[in-house]
Every structure is written in C-alpha cells, then in structure tokens.
C-alpha cells in the first residue's frame, strides 16, 4: 500500500518525516523485489533479463524443455531453473508466463502456495483479473501485464519498448504501472470485460500480417523472385506506416479504384490458401473502401459479386 502525498498543514513536521521515510523505504523495497517467472519461453525469459537489468533480483524461472535451457543459459546466465512450487515461498513478484488456455490450471495449482501481500502477475493478453481469483482469494495482489510485443526469445528483444495492456485493482495501479516503466514499457489500462477484444486486436493486426507476408513472399519466390523480403520490404514498411498514420485514407491498389477486372485476374493467378485469403480480405478491403466513399456502389456490387461467386467455389 502507498501513501499519498499530504500536506504539512494538516500533518506535524515529524509525522510528515515519518511518512516520507517510510515511502522511500517501500521504494527501495520494490527496487528490490525478488521475482520469480513461471514459464522461461520467448516472453518469461526476456521479462527476467529486463527484470535484473532494472534492480530486480530474479530467485529463479521454472521450464522444461531443451529450448527453455538453453534461453535461460543464454539471458539470464546462473539464474537457477527451478518448479513453480519452490519459487512461491520466496518471492515478492511471481510473474505467470505461461500460455492462454494453461494459465487457470496453473493459477489453480500454485495459488495454494501464496501468501497475502504477494503480488502475482500474468502475461496473457486474453486474460485479465479474474482468472487470478484464486491467489486474490488468498491475499495476494494480481494483475494482467500483456506486453503489446512479438517476441523472439533472444538478446533482439531486450532494447523493444512497448505498451503493456494492464488490468489491475486501482490501489495496486501505481505499482504495477512502476513494474512496467521497469520493463522499458508503456501503461495502457484495459477493463476486464474488454480483454478479449484488446487480445484479438493485437492477433488480427500481428499474427495475421506473418500469414499475409508469408503468402506473398510465397508467391514471389514462385515465379523467381531469389530474395521476396528485399521485393516486400519498402512497400510493406510504407504500408504499415502509412495506415498507422493515416487509417483507410491509405488504401491504395485495385480494390481502392474499382478495378474488378485485375481483382478478377489477381484471383485467376493464385491458388490454395493463398487465393481465399485474397479472396476474404478484398472483400473486407471493398467494404470499407464504399463505406469511406473510395469507390462507388456500382464497383462496390460488382465486387462483391465477384468475391462472392469466388467464395463457393
């Protein structure tokens, strides 16, 4: 718990001095929270390095597999690896990361182990608080610390900033959003009922944009292309860019000017899934390309004619 500021009006001089001490003592205390990560994949162990770069002593992670091995040796050097069972008792700060669909089974199984005051935090962007509700039934302070960030698992990540979706009680608010500044992010708070949507905005947008590109740089290197990143590359980054900045008003290609008979062409040329995931976005791109009054009704209906008659085939 922290104090908040008071006046020396209301307050005597000792007092107020007493206070402030006890401020920077928990300060000092969160500088040196001993932390321990459940789950040393691509995400828990670059968060363990982060953590010991900014003052943190990390007591151990837990992880089994040869790959986890070898990312601890590497990130985080003699940091023993250890069972989620023997990093409770030890810690202040137990960072979950493990995955979506295995959080409430651990949850479940550790939270027998917390104690009151413990802070326990997960890395799920899927989930908020509630499927914590196990430690915070036992005391302990939770929160949802999602970095909004792709991860490699290497020395790549450890200089990316970015912004971590939070969900936390408002008394714990200021901590968390301090744990975070230690982790070079960024606080965005998000409620519990809009975890999901925040979650699936981050796929759609990311983890979609790899099957896209991918399919591309497929295409490319079909008919020869030797390097299809270095073809991609300066128009995908204007691309991103450009949308980032400027929304729909962006959009440009055949879609954007009603050419149906190169979208017709274009679909004649590909094939497998590549051909209906052309086929799902141009008419996703054409609807909001009418909506925003980039291309007419009448192309507008003769291409959704056209992806139309495409989708039963």
Do not use: K
Not at 57 to 81: C, H, K, N, Q, Y
Not at 119 to 138: I, K, N
Not at 139 to 156: D, L, S, W
Not at 210 to 238: C, E, K, N
Request: glycine share 8%; hydrophobic share 45%; net charge negative.
């Amino acid at each position: 718990m922290r104090w908040r500021r008071c006046s020396r009006v209301h307050w005597p001089r000792h007092f107020v001095w007493y206070l402030a001490e006890d401020w920077n003592e928990r300060q000092s205390a969160m500088q040196r929270s001993r932390v321990g990560v459940v789950g040393a994949g691509r995400v828990g162990a670059v968060l363990a390095a982060r953590l010991r770069a900014a003052g943190h002593e990390i007591v151990g992670v837990s992880g089994r597999s040869d790959a986890t091995r070898l990312r601890v040796a590497t990130l985080l050097g003699d940091i023993p690896l250890t069972t989620p069972e023997s990093l409770l008792p030890s810690v202040d700060l137990l960072v979950l990361a493990v995955p979506d669909d295995s959080l409430a089974e651990v949850a479940d199984r550790l939270a027998p182990l917390s104690r009151p005051g413990q802070y326990v935090v997960h890395t799920s962007g899927r989930h908020g608080r509630v499927v914590l509700a196990p430690f915070a039934d036992r005391g302990a302070r939770t929160a949802a610390v999602h970095p909004a960030m792709t991860f490699t698992g290497t020395e790549i990540d450890l200089d990316r900033t970015c912004v971590f979706g939070l969900t936390a009680a408002d008394e714990d608010r200021e901590a968390i959003a301090a744990f975070v500044a230690d982790l070079g992010g960024s606080p965005m708070w998000i409620a519990e009922s809009d975890r999901v949507a925040y979650h699936a905005a981050l796929a759609h947008g990311a983890n979609h944009l790899t099957t896209l590109v991918t399919q591309a740089m497929d295409v490319l290197r079909g008919i020869g292309a030797d390097d299809p990143a270095s073809v991609l590359r300066p128009l995908l980054g204007a691309a991103l860019d450009n949308t980032l900045a400027y929304g729909d008003a962006a959009l440009t290609g055949p879609v954007a000017r009603g050419d149906v008979d190169t979208v017709h062409a274009h679909l004649e040329a590909l094939d497998g899934d590549t051909r209906r995931t052309y086929r799902a976005l141009a008419e996703s791109t054409a609807e909001r390309a009418q909506v925003t009054g980039r291309i007419g009704a009448v192309p507008a209906r003769r291409l959704h004619e056209l992806l139309g008659e495409e989708s039963v085939r």
